[in-house]
Nanobody, 122 residues
Framework: VQLQASGGGLVQPGGSLRLSCVVS????????IGWFRQAPEKKREGVSC????????WYAGSVKGRATISRDNAKNTVYLQINNLKPEDTAAYYC????????????????WGQGTLVTVSS
């Protein structure tokens, strides 16, 4: 199983990005899928996820109202759109897949992408 995250880059505050995560070797169906981020010297934190059990989407409070997670099962790809980016959104963003108790926790995911760096700066 491999996850390939892309879409990061340098963006000015207030800008937008759409991150993509292509999953190969495992169908998106039947698994939780999450986006996480880690800033320098900080712990990895959940940003958004889709629960396999009920299809519910979860967003961290820091991005709620600015982020949208979506999936394209035909392309086996999950997306994360973040609008109105802020400097505090600067981090490496990772996607992950697995069967977990709570999709917002990084623990329990068994496959991770390599991360894509988002830098929000003027």
């Amino acid at each position: 199983v491999q996850l390939q995250a892309s879409g990061g880059g340098l963006v000015q505050p207030g800008g937008s990005l759409r991150l993509s995560c292509v999953v190969s070797g495992r169908s998106l169906d039947g698994y939780d899928i999450g986006w996480f981020r880690q800033a320098p010297e900080k712990k990895r934190e959940g940003v958004s996820c889709i629960s396999n059990s009920d299809g519910e989407k979860w967003y961290a409070g820091s991005v709620k109202g600015r982020a949208t997670i979506s999936r394209d099962n035909a392309k086996n790809t999950v997306y994360l759109q973040i609008n109105n980016l802020k400097p505090e959104d600067t981090a490496a963003y990772y996607c992950a897949t697995g069967r977990v108790a709570g999709c917002w926790f990084p623990e329990g995911y068994d496959y991770w992408g390599q991360g894509t760096l988002v830098t929000v700066s003027s």
